[in-house]
């Protein structure tokens, strides 16, 4: 079945470290996006990728970092710069032709400061 | 001020009620107009996708939209409790700004039976 995997679901990080959430699709889409989502806040984009070896940074890109070396893969680095990591964070992808505009998310990580 | 206003809830109804979900936004950029249903600790998946203004309707959900007014709204018939989630607004430019959603801040329905 095509879609987009996350993971892992939980993770927990201690203060000054980096963590990296892994996100994979088989849906052969160009783009990719990571999201944030804090309670009473919606979905706000941290980094895009519309190609291979090409992205920009979205909303909220401070303290984060993105990878696109593969089509199916689009790693986000949480940095210690990251003041608030705690949150949801959501992966999604879409096809990229100019009508359709339509994302496919994943299940999405829940990242923890302890 | 976000570009992007929906109203937050928490919304609870009985079973069977219609229920009306609502945004407005400020940028008369957007083109496209979607809806996403969330349920707790899962990704959002799209339930309704709108190009410009005009209504659609897809079993008992209708989507309208109303580029005039900047205002968007979700129509829930013969609401169930299965449709108990949070829902999301999301707009987006089109052209090179495909896939680049600005989401509402959710709307969290409860029906009950």
């Known amino acids: 079945d095509g879609g987009i995997t996350q993971s892992p679901k939980y993770l927990f990080r201690k203060e000054g470290q980096n963590v990296t959430l892994s996100c994979e699709q088989n849906?052969?889409?160009?783009?990719m996006y990571w999201y944030r989502q804090d309670p009473g806040q919606g979905l706000r984009l941290i980094y895009y990728s519309q190609i291979v070896n090409d992205f920009q940074k979205g909303d909220i890109a401070e303290g984060y970092s993105v990878s696109r070396e593969k089509k199916e893969s689009f790693p986000l680095t949480v940095t210690s710069a990251q003041k608030n990591p705690t949150a949801f964070y959501l992966c999604a992808s879409t096809s990229r032709g100019t009508m359709n505009t339509e994302a496919f998310f994943g299940q999405g990580t829940r990242l923890t400061v302890v | 001020q976000k570009e992007v206003e929906q109203d937050p809830g928490p919304l609870s109804v009985p079973e069977g009620a219609i229920v009306s979900l609502n945004c407005t936004y400020s940028?008369?950029?957007?083109?496209?107009f979607m809806w996403y249903r969330q349920y707790s600790r899962k990704g959002p998946e799209l339930l309704m996708y709108?190009?410009?203004?005009g209504n659609k309707e897809d079993g008992r959900f209708t989507a309208q939209v109303d580029k005039s007014s900047k205002y968007i709204s979700l129509f829930i018939r013969d609401s169930q409790p299965s449709d108990s989630a949070t829902y999301l607004c999301a707009m987006s430019k089109g052209g090179t700004s495909y896939g680049k959603l600005t989401f509402g801040q959710g709307t969290i329905l409860t029906v009950h039976p």
């Open positions: 709108t190009y410009s203004s």
């Open positions: 940028n008369s950029a957007f083109q496209y």
């Open positions: 849906l052969n889409h160009d783009a």
